[in-house]
């Protein structure tokens, strides 16, 4: 998300929260996260945009630490994580200035392709994107080689062929964009799933949904978008978010709240609050940013959200009322 604040360190969890929710991890260094990705091993990897280097953690460990996965040359800061093939990963590198949330003059975005199969990490530049802030990234069901990237700055959508290192705009809205000045944020998070592109506009205050058509190389737009939900309070934006078996999005909501944003038998949508504090007052979700579900039976309830005050917390989704 990109908001740096000056956050003291975690204090007691106090629970407004509808979904039982823990604090798995605290950064002692306040390292802001800002997006994450979850192993099939169950290990969380973790990106910061103040740091070029990619982390671990095992969010089964108590007291677990950080460790280093990676460190991508030439960049300052990591955003959009996915993993696109088994265990191989698409990671955005670029280097930032954290006051305009933008690319710094003369920098570009860069996608890098990380694969963990063996023990050594494979770390491969794949392509350069003309953009001054690509944020979320996601994967394409059924196109193994293609990864989609928000571009927050222009308020569109790239391809990237992850093969060939092809990248094009697939997508360009007045939904996705911020409709507003530097350092606005347009699309933050997007999620490509059952023909549709599932997106947050940060600015905007909203969830939207698009259809997916066969394009050019990948992906094109297949219709009109339509707004699914508009964050409340109207102080509160909709970060990045994971979505669930049900197709509910669980969505980080800064400054303190994880939203439920959820389709009706009717068609409409509906949302409610989580987990957290939309008002940012309870201090146990300090600035959301994403959010990603477990992989393992035991954990595939396990929504594990990632915060710019350098926490990991855990939401059991299944859970009752706390
Ligand atoms: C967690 O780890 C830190 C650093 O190793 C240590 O200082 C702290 O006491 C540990 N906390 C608990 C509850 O074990
Ligand atoms: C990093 O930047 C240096 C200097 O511009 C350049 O020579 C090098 O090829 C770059 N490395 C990568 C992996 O992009
Ligand atoms: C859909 O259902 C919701 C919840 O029951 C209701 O509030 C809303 O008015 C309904 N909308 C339409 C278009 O039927």
């Not at 604090?23 to 945009?49: H, I, M």
């Not at 095992?58 to 960049?75: K, Q, R, W």
């Not at 905007?204 to 066969?214: D, E, G, I, P, S």
């Not at 035991?298 to 917390?313: C, D, F, N, S």
Request: with cysteine; proline share 6%; charged share 15%.
């Amino acid at each position: 998300m990109l908001n740096l604040l000056l956050i003291s360190a975690a204090t007691a969890l106090t629970a407004l929260a509808a979904f039982p929710t823990q604090l798995v991890y605290q950064s002692p260094s306040g390292l802001f996260f800002e997006n994450l990705a979850v192993r099939s091993c169950g290990k969380l990897l973790l990106t910061s945009v103040l740091s070029p280097t990619l982390h671990t953690l095992d969010p089964a460990v108590s007291n677990g630490t950080l460790e280093e996965v990676y460190t991508f040359p030439n960049g300052t800061s990591l955003t959009g994580i996915v993993e696109y093939q088994p265990d191989v990963y698409a990671v955005i590198v670029s280097s930032l200035d954290l006051t305009t949330r933008r690319a710094v003059l003369g920098t570009s975005a860069k996608l890098w392709r990380l694969e963990l199969t063996s023990k050594a990490p494979a770390a491969t530049p794949i392509a350069v994107v003309d953009s001054k802030l690509l944020n979320g990234l996601s994967a394409v069901p059924g196109l193994p080689d293609l990864v989609l990237a928000a571009d927050s700055d222009i308020g569109a959508v790239y391809s990237i062929n992850m093969r060939t290192g092809a990248a094009r705009i697939a997508l360009q809205d007045a939904a996705m964009a911020a409709g507003a000045p530097t350092p606005a944020l347009g699309i933050n998070g997007l999620r490509a799933r059952d023909g549709a592109l599932y997106f947050t506009n940060s600015e905007k205050r909203t969830f939207a949904r698009v259809a997916l058509a066969a394009g050019r190389g990948g992906v094109q737009q297949g219709g009109a978008v339509r707004v699914l939900g508009t964050t409340m309070p109207a102080t509160s934006m909709y970060d990045d978010f994971a979505m669930d078996s049900e197709g509910r999005a669980w969505v980080a909501t800064p400054p303190g709240a994880v939203t439920l944003l959820f389709p009706r038998a009717n068609g409409t949508w509906g949302q409610e609050l989580a987990a957290g504090d939309p008002a940012g007052g309870d201090d146990v979700f300090m600035q959301p940013s994403s959010g990603a579900f477990g992989r393992a039976e035991r954990t595939e309830k396990t929504l594990y959200v990632t915060t710019g005050a350098g926490q990991v917390l855990s939401v059991n989704t299944g859970g009752g009322d706390v």
